[in-house]
C-alpha cells in the first residue's frame, strides 16, 4: 500500500537564516547545488511507501511533486494539503512531512509509514531518542522532552487520517494557536498532564508518559486514535532551521552518497 503525501514548503526564514541563505522561503535554502525541497521529495519519491506528493507553498514545480498554493499559515496550508492529497487518490492515510528534513531518506520514510500504517492510528506521530539523534548528528543541537522512557525528540512526519481532521478544522486551528500560551494549553490538553509535563521536565521524568501524551493528542482532536511511532532514523527527527544547522547541513551533505543516492 502506498500513500500520498503533503510537504508543507511555506515557512519563512527568520533574519539570520535569510542573511545567510539569501531566500525568504526555507524550503528553498540550498545546501550545496541542491535545496532542502528538493533533498525532501526526492527522498520521498524513491520511497515505495509514497504515492503521489503535493508540496504546499510558493515553490517551483518539479518533476516529483505537484505543486499547490497554501494559505498564510501553517494550518491552512496543512488543511490545503491533505484535501489535494486526499482527491488526488483517496488514500485512508496520508503522510505529512516538513521540507526542513534534508537528510531524510526513502529507508527511513517506508519504515515510519509501514509502522504507522501497522497502528491503526489516526493520527500517528514520529519520534526519535535524543541518543540516537546524538549519535547520528552529534554537531547538530536538538530540542528534547524527558520522558518516564527516555528522553525524546519530536519528529518531522505523521501518518493523518485526513477524515477527522478535515470535518474539525477549528480543533487544529485552537491548538495551533494555542501552541505559545500555557494557559491555552492547559485548557486544551488539561491543567492534570500540563502539571505533569513541567514536573517531568523539572524533578522527575516518571510522572509523564508516552501514553499519556497519546491520550491527551487523541482528546484534543475530537477522540480519534492517536498514536506515536519511535523510528530508529535520527534524520526524521534532525531538522535544519538555523543558521549552524545550514552550516552542518552543508559540510555534511556536499559530496556524500545521500548527495547522489537519491538523484
Do not use: W
Not at 512526519?157 to 481532521?165: E, G, I, R
Not at 491548538?175 to 491555552?184: D, E, N
Amino acid at each position: 500500500m502506498t500513500v500520498n503525501t503533503v510537504v508543507l514548503a511555506g515557512g519563512k526564514n527568520k533574519a539570520e537564516m535569510l542573511e545567510l541563505t539569501g531566500v525568504s522561503n526555507r524550503a528553498l535554502t540550498r545546501l550545496g547545488t541542491r535545496t532542502m525541497l528538493d533533498y525532501v521529495t526526492k527522498a520521498l519519491h524513491h520511497s515505495p511507501a509514497v504515492g503521489e506528493i503535493f508540496v504546499v507553498g510558493e515553490v517551483p514545480p518539479g518533476d516529483n511533486y505537484t505543486q499547490i498554493s497554501g494559505g498564510t499559515t501553517l494550518i491552512e496550508n496543512l488543511l490545503a494539503g491533505l484535501q489535494a492529497a486526499q482527491q488526488g487518490g483517496r488514500s485512508e492515510r496520508i503522510l505529512v512531512s516538513t521540507s526542513d528534513i534534508p537528510f531524510l531518506t526513502p529507508e527511513s520514510v517506508e519504515d515510519f509509514v509501514q509502522r504507522g500504517l501497522a497502528s491503526g492510528a489516526d493520527l500517528c506521530c514520529s519520534y526519535v531518542s535524543l541518543a540516537r539523534c546524538l549519535e547520528q548528528y552529534p554537531e547538530m543541537k536538538r530540542t528534547a522532552i524527558k520522558l518516564r522512557e527516555g528522553r525524546f525528540t519530536l519528529g518531522n512526519l505523521m501518518l493523518v487520517n485526513p477524515a477527522p481532521l478535515l470535518a474539525h478544522p477549528e480543533i487544529i486551528e485552537a491548538a495551533y494557536a494555542a501552541r505559545k500560551s500555557p494557559v491555552q494549553v492547559a485548557k486544551l490538553l488539561g491543567l492534570g498532564l500540563l502539571g505533569r509535563l513541567l514536573l517531568a521536565q523539572t524533578i522527575s521524568p516518571s510522572l509523564l508518559t508516552i501514553r499519556m501524551l497519546e491520550q491527551a493528542v487523541g482528546r484534543l482532536l475530537g477522540g480519534i486514535h492517536a498514536a506515536a511511532t519511535l523510528s530508529s532514523y535520527a534524520e526524521i527527527g534532525t531538522d535544519v532551521d538555523k543558521p549552524d544547522d545550514v552550516e552542518i547541513a552543508r559540510r555534511l551533505l556536499g559530496g556524500s552518497k545521500q548527495e547522489d543516492a537519491t538523484d
